[in-house]
Protein backbone atom coordinates (compact mmCIF):
# COMPACT_ATOMS: atom_id res chain seq x y z
CA UNK A 1 0.00 0.00 0.00
CA UNK A 2 3.00 2.44 0.18
CA UNK A 3 4.00 2.28 -3.29
CA UNK A 4 1.73 3.70 -5.89
CA UNK A 5 2.21 3.43 -9.63
CA UNK A 6 -0.94 5.59 -10.99
CA UNK A 7 -1.90 7.93 -13.24
CA UNK A 8 -0.51 10.34 -10.80
CA UNK A 9 3.33 8.67 -11.58
CA UNK A 10 5.12 6.34 -9.81
CA UNK A 11 5.37 7.13 -5.73
CA UNK A 12 6.58 5.50 -2.84
CA UNK A 13 8.90 5.60 0.13
CA UNK A 14 12.14 6.35 -0.65
CA UNK A 15 14.81 3.01 0.11
CA UNK A 16 11.72 1.06 1.32
CA UNK A 17 9.08 0.85 -1.67
CA UNK A 18 10.76 3.35 -4.12
CA UNK A 19 14.12 2.06 -3.93
CA UNK A 20 17.27 3.14 -6.11
CA UNK A 21 17.47 0.14 -8.28
CA UNK A 22 13.41 0.00 -9.51
CA UNK A 23 14.13 4.06 -10.34
CA UNK A 24 17.26 2.77 -12.54
CA UNK A 25 14.83 0.13 -14.03
CA UNK A 26 11.27 2.22 -14.80
CA UNK A 27 13.74 5.52 -16.18
CA UNK A 28 15.54 2.84 -18.52
CA UNK A 29 12.04 1.52 -19.54
CA UNK A 30 10.44 4.63 -19.99
CA UNK A 31 12.95 5.63 -22.53
CA UNK A 32 12.46 2.61 -24.26
CA UNK A 33 8.79 3.97 -24.96
CA UNK A 34 9.41 7.44 -27.22
CA UNK A 35 11.94 7.39 -30.12
CA UNK A 36 13.11 10.75 -28.76
CA UNK A 37 16.85 12.09 -28.66
CA UNK A 38 16.49 13.68 -25.31
CA UNK A 39 15.41 13.56 -21.67
CA UNK A 40 14.71 16.51 -19.42
CA UNK A 41 15.32 15.96 -15.95
CA UNK A 42 13.95 17.81 -12.19
CA UNK A 43 14.03 17.36 -9.13
CA UNK A 44 12.00 19.40 -5.99
CA UNK A 45 14.25 20.23 -2.67
CA UNK A 46 13.73 16.64 -0.68
CA UNK A 47 17.57 14.98 0.01
CA UNK A 48 16.35 11.66 -1.12
CA UNK A 49 16.23 13.45 -4.90
CA UNK A 50 19.59 13.37 -4.91
CA UNK A 51 20.13 9.82 -4.60
CA UNK A 52 17.18 9.07 -7.36
CA UNK A 53 18.27 11.65 -9.59
CA UNK A 54 22.00 9.67 -10.34
CA UNK A 55 19.69 6.42 -11.15
CA UNK A 56 17.58 8.22 -13.42
CA UNK A 57 20.08 9.61 -15.51
CA UNK A 58 21.83 6.16 -15.48
CA UNK A 59 19.01 4.43 -16.92
CA UNK A 60 18.28 7.59 -19.84
CA UNK A 61 22.18 7.45 -20.66
CA UNK A 62 22.25 3.45 -20.57
CA UNK A 63 19.03 3.93 -23.53
CA UNK A 64 21.56 6.23 -25.47
CA UNK A 65 19.64 9.61 -24.32
CA UNK A 66 20.67 13.51 -24.30
CA UNK A 67 19.85 14.12 -20.89
CA UNK A 68 19.49 17.54 -19.67
CA UNK A 69 19.62 17.84 -15.85
CA UNK A 70 17.65 21.35 -14.55
CA UNK A 71 18.46 20.68 -10.88
CA UNK A 72 15.90 21.72 -8.14
CA UNK A 73 12.68 23.25 -10.52
CA UNK A 74 9.33 23.07 -10.11
CA UNK A 75 7.16 20.69 -11.81
CA UNK A 76 5.81 22.95 -14.48
CA UNK A 77 9.19 24.58 -15.17
CA UNK A 78 10.36 20.87 -16.56
CA UNK A 79 7.05 20.23 -18.08
CA UNK A 80 7.07 24.00 -19.93
CA UNK A 81 10.69 22.58 -20.78
CA UNK A 82 9.53 19.42 -22.59
CA UNK A 83 6.83 20.94 -24.69
CA UNK A 84 9.08 23.89 -25.75
CA UNK A 85 11.21 21.01 -27.55
CA UNK A 86 8.56 20.00 -29.97
CA UNK A 87 8.57 16.32 -29.32
CA UNK A 88 12.23 15.86 -29.12
CA UNK A 89 12.22 15.11 -25.86
CA UNK A 90 11.09 13.45 -22.73
CA UNK A 91 10.53 14.40 -19.28
CA UNK A 92 11.08 12.72 -15.72
CA UNK A 93 10.41 14.57 -12.58
CA UNK A 94 11.18 13.68 -9.13
CA UNK A 95 9.13 14.94 -6.73
CA UNK A 96 6.41 13.46 -4.13
CA UNK A 97 4.41 16.63 -4.42
CA UNK A 98 2.12 17.13 -1.36
CA UNK A 99 3.26 14.05 0.11
CA UNK A 100 5.47 14.30 3.46
CA UNK A 101 9.45 14.90 2.81
CA UNK A 102 10.02 10.24 3.81
CA UNK A 103 7.51 10.06 -0.22
CA UNK A 104 9.47 10.58 -3.13
CA UNK A 105 8.12 9.61 -6.74
CA UNK A 106 8.85 9.68 -10.35
CA UNK A 107 6.32 11.81 -12.42
CA UNK A 108 6.67 10.87 -16.52
CA UNK A 109 6.19 13.67 -19.13
CA UNK A 110 5.10 12.91 -22.68
CA UNK A 111 7.13 13.99 -25.47
CA UNK A 112 3.74 16.88 -25.99
CA UNK A 113 4.58 17.98 -22.82
CA UNK A 114 2.10 16.74 -20.52
CA UNK A 115 2.08 13.52 -18.03
CA UNK A 116 0.70 9.94 -19.10
CA UNK A 117 -2.16 9.23 -19.53
CA UNK A 118 -3.76 6.23 -17.44
CA UNK A 119 -3.31 3.73 -21.35
CA UNK A 120 0.08 5.04 -21.53
CA UNK A 121 1.34 4.26 -17.64
CA UNK A 122 -0.09 0.79 -18.22
CA UNK A 123 1.96 0.85 -21.55
CA UNK A 124 5.31 1.66 -19.30
CA UNK A 125 4.24 -0.93 -16.57
CA UNK A 126 4.14 -3.68 -19.23
CA UNK A 127 7.57 -2.37 -20.69
CA UNK A 128 9.40 -3.02 -16.91
CA UNK A 129 7.56 -6.24 -16.50
CA UNK A 130 9.26 -7.52 -19.62
CA UNK A 131 12.16 -5.40 -19.57
CA UNK A 132 15.93 -6.58 -19.91
CA UNK A 133 19.02 -4.67 -20.06
CA UNK A 134 21.23 -5.20 -23.86
CA UNK A 135 24.34 -4.45 -24.62
CA UNK A 136 25.14 -1.35 -26.83
CA UNK A 137 27.26 0.83 -28.14
CA UNK A 138 24.75 3.73 -28.20
CA UNK A 139 25.34 5.47 -24.56
CA UNK A 140 24.08 9.32 -23.75
CA UNK A 141 25.60 12.43 -22.36
CA UNK A 142 25.10 14.31 -19.54
CA UNK A 143 24.18 18.07 -19.56
CA UNK A 144 22.22 21.06 -17.45
CA UNK A 145 20.26 23.76 -18.43
CA UNK A 146 17.92 26.01 -16.64
CA UNK A 147 14.26 25.64 -16.96
CA UNK A 148 13.20 27.89 -14.45
CA UNK A 149 14.51 31.10 -16.21
CA UNK A 150 13.10 29.55 -19.64
CA UNK A 151 10.06 28.92 -17.81
CA UNK A 152 9.88 32.97 -16.54
CA UNK A 153 10.88 34.41 -20.09
CA UNK A 154 7.72 31.91 -21.08
CA UNK A 155 4.99 33.47 -18.53
CA UNK A 156 6.43 37.00 -19.33
CA UNK A 157 5.92 37.26 -22.99
CA UNK A 158 2.51 34.97 -22.40
CA UNK A 159 -0.74 38.13 -24.15
CA UNK A 160 -3.05 36.98 -20.94
CA UNK A 161 -0.09 38.43 -18.42
CA UNK A 162 -0.10 42.27 -18.04
CA UNK A 163 3.16 42.71 -17.13
CA UNK A 164 3.76 46.69 -17.65
CA UNK A 165 0.76 47.63 -15.90
CA UNK A 166 1.70 44.95 -12.93
CA UNK A 167 4.98 46.92 -12.99
CA UNK A 168 3.58 50.06 -12.71
CA UNK A 169 1.38 49.01 -9.56
CA UNK A 170 4.63 47.78 -7.63
CA UNK A 171 2.49 45.64 -5.53
CA UNK A 172 3.49 44.25 -2.13
CA UNK A 173 3.62 40.31 -2.36
CA UNK A 174 3.96 37.69 0.35
CA UNK A 175 5.13 34.56 -0.15
CA UNK A 176 5.56 31.24 1.31
CA UNK A 177 7.85 28.35 -0.64
CA UNK A 178 7.45 25.68 2.00
CA UNK A 179 11.63 25.14 1.31
CA UNK A 180 10.31 23.14 -1.97
CA UNK A 181 11.10 23.80 -5.55
CA UNK A 182 9.21 27.16 -6.05
CA UNK A 183 12.27 28.89 -3.68
CA UNK A 184 13.94 30.40 -6.81
CA UNK A 185 11.43 31.37 -9.80
CA UNK A 186 8.78 33.02 -7.41
CA UNK A 187 11.01 35.41 -6.40
CA UNK A 188 12.74 35.66 -9.80
CA UNK A 189 9.38 36.01 -11.21
CA UNK A 190 8.43 38.68 -9.16
CA UNK A 191 11.44 40.77 -9.13
CA UNK A 192 10.67 40.74 -13.10
CA UNK A 193 7.04 42.17 -12.71
CA UNK A 194 8.52 44.94 -10.46
CA UNK A 195 6.78 43.36 -6.79
CA UNK A 196 8.25 44.05 -3.70
CA UNK A 197 8.70 40.72 -2.09
CA UNK A 198 8.60 39.65 1.89
CA UNK A 199 8.62 35.51 2.30
CA UNK A 200 8.57 33.06 4.81
CA UNK A 201 10.02 29.16 4.35
CA UNK A 202 12.16 30.44 1.11
CA UNK A 203 15.14 28.59 2.17
CA UNK A 204 15.24 25.19 -0.31
CA UNK A 205 15.09 22.09 1.74
CA UNK A 206 13.85 23.59 5.14
CA UNK A 207 10.35 21.82 5.66
CA UNK A 208 8.84 24.25 8.67
CA UNK A 209 5.41 23.35 7.50
CA UNK A 210 3.73 20.27 5.70
CA UNK A 211 3.88 20.21 2.02
CA UNK A 212 -0.08 20.47 1.35
CA UNK A 213 -1.29 23.91 0.57
CA UNK A 214 -4.76 24.93 2.66
CA UNK A 215 -6.18 27.17 5.10
CA UNK A 216 -4.71 25.17 8.50
CA UNK A 217 -0.93 24.86 6.88
CA UNK A 218 -0.54 28.61 5.68
CA UNK A 219 -1.65 30.82 8.48
CA UNK A 220 1.77 32.01 9.23
CA UNK A 221 1.89 33.86 5.63
CA UNK A 222 -1.66 35.39 6.27
CA UNK A 223 -0.20 36.74 9.38
CA UNK A 224 2.55 38.20 6.98
CA UNK A 225 0.98 39.74 4.59
CA UNK A 226 -1.78 41.07 7.29
CA UNK A 227 0.90 42.86 9.70
CA UNK A 228 3.41 44.07 6.46
CA UNK A 229 -0.19 45.43 5.18
CA UNK A 230 0.94 43.45 1.70
CA UNK A 231 -1.49 43.80 -1.01
CA UNK A 232 -1.59 39.51 -2.18
CA UNK A 233 -0.02 36.16 -0.75
CA UNK A 234 1.25 33.28 -2.45
CA UNK A 235 1.67 29.84 -1.17
CA UNK A 236 2.85 26.68 -2.83
CA UNK A 237 3.32 23.07 -2.15
CA UNK A 238 6.44 21.12 -2.85
CA UNK A 239 7.01 20.86 -6.43
CA UNK A 240 5.10 24.42 -7.41
CA UNK A 241 2.31 22.95 -9.07
CA UNK A 242 -0.06 24.04 -6.40
CA UNK A 243 -1.21 27.20 -5.29
CA UNK A 244 -2.76 28.82 -2.67
CA UNK A 245 -4.41 32.99 -2.33
CA UNK A 246 -3.72 35.10 0.86
CA UNK A 247 -6.28 38.14 0.67
CA UNK A 248 -4.85 41.41 1.59
CA UNK A 249 -5.78 42.06 5.40
CA UNK A 250 -4.67 38.59 5.89
CA UNK A 251 -7.62 36.31 5.19
CA UNK A 252 -6.04 32.72 3.84
CA UNK A 253 -8.94 31.07 1.24
CA UNK A 254 -9.24 27.78 0.40
CA UNK A 255 -6.90 26.12 -1.94
CA UNK A 256 -10.34 25.54 -4.08
CA UNK A 257 -11.22 29.02 -4.35
CA UNK A 258 -7.61 29.54 -6.68
CA UNK A 259 -9.16 27.95 -9.87
CA UNK A 260 -12.57 29.91 -10.03
CA UNK A 261 -10.85 33.37 -9.24
CA UNK A 262 -8.57 32.26 -12.55
CA UNK A 263 -10.85 31.09 -14.33
CA UNK A 264 -13.35 34.12 -14.11
CA UNK A 265 -9.99 36.48 -14.99
CA UNK A 266 -9.88 33.94 -17.81
CA UNK A 267 -13.38 33.80 -19.37
CA UNK A 268 -13.58 37.42 -19.45
CA UNK A 269 -10.69 36.89 -22.23
CA UNK A 270 -11.82 34.42 -23.70
CA UNK A 271 -15.07 32.38 -23.41
CA UNK A 272 -13.84 28.56 -23.73
CA UNK A 273 -15.58 24.89 -21.97
CA UNK A 274 -13.90 24.11 -18.50
CA UNK A 275 -12.83 20.94 -17.25
CA UNK A 276 -12.17 19.94 -14.19
CA UNK A 277 -12.29 16.49 -11.88
CA UNK A 278 -15.37 15.37 -9.54
CA UNK A 279 -13.80 16.51 -6.47
CA UNK A 280 -13.79 20.48 -7.09
CA UNK A 281 -15.67 22.64 -5.63
CA UNK A 282 -18.66 24.11 -7.27
CA UNK A 283 -17.40 27.47 -7.33
CA UNK A 284 -16.15 26.45 -11.02
CA UNK A 285 -19.73 25.94 -12.06
CA UNK A 286 -20.98 29.57 -10.66
CA UNK A 287 -18.04 31.25 -12.76
CA UNK A 288 -18.77 29.06 -15.52
CA UNK A 289 -22.80 30.16 -15.59
CA UNK A 290 -22.07 33.84 -15.63
CA UNK A 291 -20.13 33.25 -18.94
CA UNK A 292 -22.24 31.11 -19.93
CA UNK A 293 -20.14 28.34 -20.86
CA UNK A 294 -20.20 24.71 -19.38
CA UNK A 295 -18.06 22.82 -16.68
CA UNK A 296 -17.13 19.46 -18.10
CA UNK A 297 -16.10 16.96 -15.11
CA UNK A 298 -13.80 13.72 -15.49
CA UNK A 299 -11.72 11.66 -13.08
CA UNK A 300 -9.32 12.93 -10.36
CA UNK A 301 -5.52 13.38 -11.51
CA UNK A 302 -3.83 16.34 -13.93
CA UNK A 303 -3.39 13.70 -16.49
CA UNK A 304 -7.08 12.97 -16.98
CA UNK A 305 -7.74 16.81 -16.79
CA UNK A 306 -5.33 17.42 -19.30
CA UNK A 307 -6.88 14.40 -21.55
CA UNK A 308 -10.27 15.57 -21.22
CA UNK A 309 -9.35 19.22 -22.30
CA UNK A 310 -7.55 17.98 -25.45
CA UNK A 311 -10.50 16.08 -26.47
CA UNK A 312 -12.94 18.79 -25.50
CA UNK A 313 -11.05 21.70 -27.29
CA UNK A 314 -11.41 23.34 -23.90
CA UNK A 315 -8.97 26.40 -22.78
CA UNK A 316 -8.95 25.96 -19.53
CA UNK A 317 -8.81 23.77 -16.43
CA UNK A 318 -7.76 22.41 -13.77
CA UNK A 319 -8.42 21.06 -9.78
CA UNK A 320 -9.64 21.73 -6.67
CA UNK A 321 -6.04 21.30 -4.88
CA UNK A 322 -4.79 24.93 -6.10
CA UNK A 323 -3.89 23.57 -9.84
CA UNK A 324 -4.62 25.82 -12.59
CA UNK A 325 -4.06 24.76 -15.89
CA UNK A 326 -3.94 26.88 -19.17
CA UNK A 327 -3.74 24.86 -22.28
CA UNK A 328 -1.85 26.98 -24.89
CA UNK A 329 0.64 27.95 -22.21
CA UNK A 330 1.24 24.59 -20.14
CA UNK A 331 -0.73 21.12 -20.06
CA UNK A 332 -0.06 21.00 -16.47
CA UNK A 333 -1.38 22.57 -12.90
CA UNK A 334 1.47 25.67 -12.86
CA UNK A 335 1.23 27.86 -9.59
CA UNK A 336 4.44 30.19 -11.16
CA UNK A 337 1.87 31.24 -14.55
CA UNK A 338 -1.48 31.19 -11.91
CA UNK A 339 0.56 33.83 -9.52
CA UNK A 340 0.90 36.16 -12.71
CA UNK A 341 -2.37 35.43 -14.06
CA UNK A 342 -4.02 36.77 -10.28
CA UNK A 343 -1.74 39.82 -10.47
CA UNK A 344 -3.00 40.52 -13.61
CA UNK A 345 -6.57 40.37 -12.20
CA UNK A 346 -5.58 42.39 -9.65
CA UNK A 347 -4.54 45.12 -11.45
CA UNK A 348 -7.69 45.39 -12.89
CA UNK A 349 -9.91 44.31 -9.36
CA UNK A 350 -7.17 46.94 -7.29
CA UNK A 351 -7.95 45.09 -4.00
CA UNK A 352 -7.19 41.31 -3.31
CA UNK A 353 -10.03 41.18 -1.51
CA UNK A 354 -12.61 41.86 -4.28
CA UNK A 355 -11.93 38.21 -5.15
CA UNK A 356 -14.26 36.28 -2.50
CA UNK A 357 -17.16 38.55 -3.99
CA UNK A 358 -16.88 36.59 -7.57
CA UNK A 359 -18.77 33.44 -6.40
CA UNK A 360 -21.59 32.76 -3.44
CA UNK A 361 -20.29 31.06 -0.35
CA UNK A 362 -19.76 27.64 -0.54
CA UNK A 363 -18.75 25.41 2.60
CA UNK A 364 -16.92 22.16 2.18
CA UNK A 365 -14.91 19.94 4.65
CA UNK A 366 -11.64 17.44 3.69
CA UNK A 367 -11.35 14.10 5.26
CA UNK A 368 -8.76 11.55 4.86
CA UNK A 369 -8.77 8.14 6.28
CA UNK A 370 -6.06 5.76 6.92
CA UNK A 371 -6.81 2.18 4.79
CA UNK A 372 -4.74 -1.14 4.56
CA UNK A 373 -6.57 -2.29 1.22
CA UNK A 374 -7.52 -0.39 -1.68
CA UNK A 375 -11.41 -0.66 -1.51
CA UNK A 376 -14.12 1.90 -0.10
CA UNK A 377 -15.54 0.80 3.03
CA UNK A 378 -18.73 -0.95 3.06
CA UNK A 379 -20.37 1.57 5.81
CA UNK A 380 -19.16 4.34 3.06
CA UNK A 381 -22.08 2.87 0.84
CA UNK A 382 -24.21 3.05 3.63
CA UNK A 383 -23.49 6.62 4.61
CA UNK A 384 -24.17 7.30 0.90
CA UNK A 385 -27.57 5.68 0.95
CA UNK A 386 -28.65 7.75 4.19
CA UNK A 387 -28.52 10.75 1.28
CA UNK A 388 -31.50 9.57 -0.77
CA UNK A 389 -29.97 10.83 -4.04
CA UNK A 390 -30.96 9.33 -7.22
CA UNK A 391 -27.53 11.49 -9.08
CA UNK A 392 -24.76 9.24 -7.89
CA UNK A 393 -21.63 8.67 -10.44
CA UNK A 394 -19.28 5.81 -9.75
CA UNK A 395 -16.76 6.72 -12.58
CA UNK A 396 -14.28 7.47 -9.75
CA UNK A 397 -15.02 6.20 -6.17
CA UNK A 398 -18.38 7.46 -5.76
CA UNK A 399 -19.79 10.99 -6.07
CA UNK A 400 -23.65 11.84 -4.86
CA UNK A 401 -24.74 15.19 -6.32
CA UNK A 402 -27.80 17.06 -4.42
CA UNK A 403 -29.71 20.03 -5.19
CA UNK A 404 -27.22 22.05 -2.86
CA UNK A 405 -23.84 20.53 -3.03
CA UNK A 406 -21.69 16.89 -3.47
CA UNK A 407 -20.08 14.90 -1.68
CA UNK A 408 -17.00 12.68 -3.30
CA UNK A 409 -15.65 9.12 -1.84
CA UNK A 410 -12.57 7.94 -3.24
CA UNK A 411 -9.44 6.32 -2.91
CA UNK A 412 -6.19 8.42 -3.31
CA UNK A 413 -3.83 7.77 -6.00
CA UNK A 414 -0.60 9.10 -4.08
CA UNK A 415 -1.09 7.83 -0.71
CA UNK A 416 -2.80 5.10 0.94
CA UNK A 417 -5.76 6.50 2.39
CA UNK A 418 -9.90 8.02 1.34
CA UNK A 419 -10.61 10.96 0.51
CA UNK A 420 -13.93 12.76 1.55
CA UNK A 421 -15.13 15.73 0.20
CA UNK A 422 -18.18 17.47 0.97
CA UNK A 423 -19.27 20.54 -0.11
CA UNK A 424 -22.47 22.72 0.34
CA UNK A 425 -24.41 25.76 0.30
CA UNK A 426 -26.21 25.34 4.04
CA UNK A 427 -23.41 25.01 6.89
CA UNK A 428 -25.92 22.75 8.84
CA UNK A 429 -26.07 20.52 6.39
CA UNK A 430 -22.47 20.02 5.64
CA UNK A 431 -22.90 19.69 9.62
CA UNK A 432 -25.56 16.83 9.59
CA UNK A 433 -23.38 15.13 7.06
CA UNK A 434 -20.43 15.08 9.69
CA UNK A 435 -22.56 13.99 12.43
CA UNK A 436 -23.50 10.90 10.24
CA UNK A 437 -20.01 10.34 9.34
CA UNK A 438 -18.47 10.72 13.21
CA UNK A 439 -21.05 8.01 13.93
CA UNK A 440 -20.03 5.18 10.96
CA UNK A 441 -16.55 5.81 11.89
Known amino acids: MNLFFTVSGLRGIVFSTLTPEYVLKVSA ?31 AISKGKKVFDGKIAPTPSIVYSVREREKKAVG ?43 NTDLIGTLHSFDPVNEHVEGILRHPLILDDEIRIRKFKVGIDTGGGAGYNIFPLLLKKLGCEISGINREAGNFKRPF ?26 ADGDRLLIVL ?21 RAKSNVVTNYSTTEHVEDIAERFNVNVIITKVGEANVVKKMNETNALYGGEGNGGVIVRDFNLTRDAVFAS ?28 KIPVTERKIPLNMEKFISSLNSSDINQEDGIRVKIDIGFIHIRLSNTEPVLRIIMETKEREVLREWEEKLKRLL
Open 340 to 367: ALLLSFLVELGDSREFKKLFRPRFRKKI
Open 248 to 268: KGGEVLSEEDTLPICLYYLLS
Open 92 to 134: IVITASHNPPEWNALKFIHPEGRFLFEEEIERLKKEIRFFNWE
Open 29 to 59: GFCNLFDVPSLIIGRDTRPSGRALLHSVISG
Open 212 to 237: EVNIENIKELGELVKNKNLDIGFAID
